[in-house]
């Protein structure tokens, strides 16, 4: 992914504004003549390294000096290959590809890189701030009145590593062992929080005889998150069940995961709460199971090599189960059998299916989730959608969309496909007088890009302005962008000098 500059301070007021200033998408240019011209005056790199800069890397955990880092370009040569730095403890940087490339003798070694991405949206496995969304699950677990839930930490940092309960304990090194750990445990009703503590990339699969177990009524949270220590006298040092700072992180589950929930026949059925990961393989309930929610907060699933192609699934039974997706990038869901409703709120599902411009058909089927009443809003749907009734709004539908209960439910102020089987309609796009259609045009739809699901300023006014209170529809509702630059514009009138008219230039 492309690296985005990380905005130094501007303490002037007459200074004008420079691509160090704002942030920028990072050039090879620009970040090679910085680090080229620091070596050869034999100074620490000014401009772009002087206190923030755009990206850092550690090998075995001591920190690349910037005259150690090389910017080049790391496109694969003629034989599939990518150059190497010349000398051991030397790193290339590739800021346009978001790659790096070591020498051959530093392979094997722990590698750390700091750096800075663009996005739109604060959507999908993040470090952005989460305690909004963390305020919708944790008074499930943290139950006033009764005894804490039950928590342990996951982190790579060996120092925090301890089973001990009055240092910080208990802190495992990996998911797995956290998960294991749970299920070793766990019983009927048991309530608990899996804190990852990291930014770290895990490749356990969480599967098979590893698989998450959810006992009936029992909830477990798995989140992105601090967990602070509290000092106490005599040198101890406590961690407390339920106390979660959810940012500034993001780790990547490098696998794919199950969930195994147990029957619970006619009693409350186990519910697993993910916030903050990214992972990249499936998430699975497992055939025979028996799940009852399942609720994902800022998270991204599916996100395998540049592409989103896995999805959120259960097979066969899980009949019972629901779905929240609140704020998470998707590439399907499948629950052909699930009958508990399921509720999109600021996300985007699917990708890359809006090309040929809709029509019968278009794209693929990204949520095929026939038996469950379906809310959306302020959501990008890039594919085909089935489901039982339709409640929707402020969201765009690109594919055909087909809903079974057609006497209730509404969609409106949204984008869809013309051809969809939809229940009432209020001031959505298309509609039947329009010639010709509008369409939205998207910056990119390809998940790998910095301006997935954005909407280009090409797209007609009635899609960009045209959900409620004449914001944007789809996932860009929540931004607001049209009242920013309709406030920008009249208030930069104040201050233009005399004779010259203002003017909106976009870096991305």
């Known amino acids: 992914m492309p690296l985005v500059n990380r905005p130094a301070a501007d303490l002037s007021v007459a200074a004008r504004m420079t691509r160090r200033t704002v942030p920028a998408p990072l050039t090879r240019d620009e970040v090679f003549a910085s680090l080229n011209a620091a070596r050869g005056e034999g ?10 800069p755009p990206f850092r890397v550690r090998l075995d955990g001591a920190e690349v000096p910037p005259e150690k880092l090389f910017c080049c370009n790391l496109e694969k040569a003629g034989n599939g290959t990518w150059r190497r730095p010349a000398t051991a403890g030397e790193v290339m940087v590739d800021p346009e590809l978001g790659r790096i490339s070591l020498h051959a003798t530093d392979e094997g070694k722990a590698v750390e890189t700091g750096f800075a991405t663009g996005q739109p949206f604060d959507i999908g496995g993040g470090a952005y701030d989460r305690r909004s969304s963390r305020e919708k699950w944790l008074p499930d677990l943290v139950i006033p009145g009764e005894a804490p839930p039950w928590q342990i930490g996951v982190t790579k940092v060996a120092s925090h590593v301890t089973d001990d309960p009055l240092q910080g304990g208990p802190v495992v090194a990996s998911l797995r062992d956290a998960v294991d750990r749970w299920n070793a445990q766990t019983a009927e009703g048991a309530r608990g929080i899996i804190a990852v503590m990291d930014n770290a ?5 969480l599967n098979a005889t590893h698989a998450i177990t959810l006992p009936k009524g029992a909830t477990l949270a798995i989140v992105a998150a601090a967990w602070p ?6 040198g101890v040092r406590r961690r407390i069940p339920g106390q979660l700072s959810p940012m500034h992180r993001r780790p990547l589950v490098l696998a794919p995961v199950m969930i195994d929930a147990a029957d619970a026949a006619d009693d409350p059925a ?10 990249s393989g499936n998430l699975t309930a497992r055939p025979g199971g028996d799940l009852g929610a399942l609720r994902l907060y800022n998270c991204t699933i599916g996100a395998s090599g540049a592409a989103l192609d896995r999805s959120v699934r259960a097979t066969t039974e899980n009949a019972r189960m629901s779905l929240v997706m609140d704020r998470c990038i998707v590439g399907k869901v ?3 059998q699930a009958t508990g409703g399921i509720e999109i709120t600021r996300s985007i599902i699917g990708e890359d299916q809006i090309a040929g411009g809709g029509g019968a058909g278009a794209g693929v089927m990204v949520l095929r989730v026939p038996l469950m009443d379906m809310s959306c809003s302020g959501s990008t749907v890039f594919g085909r959608t089935n489901c039982r009734s339709l409640q929707a709004e402020n969201s765009i539908l690109t594919g055909r969309i087909t809903v079974e209960h057609r006497q209730t439910g509404c969609v409106r102020f949204c984008y869809a496909d013309e051809t969809s089987v939809l229940p009432r309609r209020y ?6 007088s329009d010639d010709p259609k509008p369409r939205p045009v998207f910056v990119s739809t390809r998940f790998q890009d910095p301006e997935f699901g954005l909407l280009s300023l090409r797209t007609p006014i009635a899609i960009l302005e045209g959900a409620e209170d004449g914001m944007e529809m789809g996932v860009g509702y929540a931004n607001r962008d049209p009242a920013r630059r309709a406030n920008i514009r009249d208030a930069v009138e104040e201050f233009a000098p005399f004779g010259l008219v203002p003017g909106f230039i976009y870096m991305t």
């Open 201 to 205: 990339t895990y490749a356990e699969a």
């Open 43 to 52: 100074v620490t790199p000014g401009r772009w390294f002087e206190k923030s």
């Open 229 to 234: 220590m509290v000092e106490e006298p005599g």
């Open 427 to 432: 001031r959505c796009m298309p509609r039947a």
């Open 334 to 336: 499948d629950l052909p």
């Open 270 to 279: 186990g519910s697993l709460v993910i916030d903050g990961l990214v992972i």
